[in-house]
């Protein structure tokens, strides 16, 4: 049974920092993983979507890295904004059509 | 549409009273994905549609759960005799195929059983 674990829970820095979000899983033997942000109240916002061949993914200042064989991921947040604050949520797939969360991390930026 | 639908947005419902939560995916995803968020929880794995047949419904909790999908396209999730442990959001999600691809989710049906 895939099991996805993220550290750490929840996550205070200053407005500029770089941060690095952590997500581990058991089964290595995965088709994807998928980070999304989910703010208070709303549904999940599909971020980086990396397939289980490639090693890193970036769109703007996000960068998702992968290691399949040591079951890891992070996500890194280039000079983070108060508006990045929200939770950030890990997702495996290991059979189509079944995705595995992580609990989240729950990120806050102070001004 | 250009990104998932589910209504109702908000429910309150009676214990023991059955309600629908619908979803309406984005068009031309034959994927579509039911999970449930109770509070301060991660994502629980309901049930997810290829086209019209459901090939895992290993994550409904209960046989009060059920659900169905229509024309390739709007899924109702049902639950009866709804007991206040049900009391989570419902989210819907789609891609355009179960594997390797971006999964896109609705802003979730929000139950409440009094």
């Known amino acids: 049974k895939q099991e996805v674990t993220q550290i750490p829970a929840a996550l205070s820095v200053p407005e500029g920092e770089n941060l690095v979000l952590n997500c581990s899983f058991t089964?290595?033997?995965?088709?994807?993983l998928q980070w999304f942000r989910q703010d208070p109240g709303k549904g999940l916002t599909s971020l980086l979507l990396?397939?289980?061949?490639?090693r890193e993914q970036t769109s703007g200042r996000l960068n998702a890295s992968l290691d399949k064989s040591s079951g890891r991921s992070t996500l890194y947040i280039a000079a983070s904004q108060p508006g990045d604050s929200a939770t950030y949520l890990c997702?495996?797939?290991?059979?189509?059509?079944?995705?595995?969360f992580g609990d989240g991390t729950t990120l806050t930026v102070k001004p | 549409g250009a990104g998932v639908s589910q209504s109702p947005s908000n429910k309150v419902t009676e214990k023991g009273k059955d309600v629908e939560l619908r979803c309406d995916p984005i068009?031309?995803?034959?994927?579509l994905y039911w999970y449930r968020q109770s509070l301060g929880q991660g994502l629980e794995f309901l049930i997810y549609?290829?086209?019209?047949?459901?090939?895992?419904k290993s994550g409904l909790p209960s046989d009060r759960f059920s659900a169905e999908r229509t024309g390739g396209s709007v899924s109702t999730l049902t639950i009866q005799r709804t007991q206040q442990e049900d009391s989570a959001v419902y989210l819907c999600?789609?891609?355009?195929?179960?594997?390797?691809?971006?999964?896109?989710f609705g802003e979730g049906s929000w139950l409440t059983v009094v």
């Open positions: 089964d290595s033997a995965i088709y994807n």
């Open positions: 999600a789609s891609s355009i195929t179960p594997e390797g691809n971006t999964i896109y």
């Open positions: 990396i397939q289980s061949s490639q």
């Open positions: 068009s031309g995803h034959t994927a």
């Open positions: 997702a495996v797939s290991t059979n189509a059509g079944k995705s595995t």
């Open positions: 549609f290829q086209g019209n047949s459901a090939p895992d």
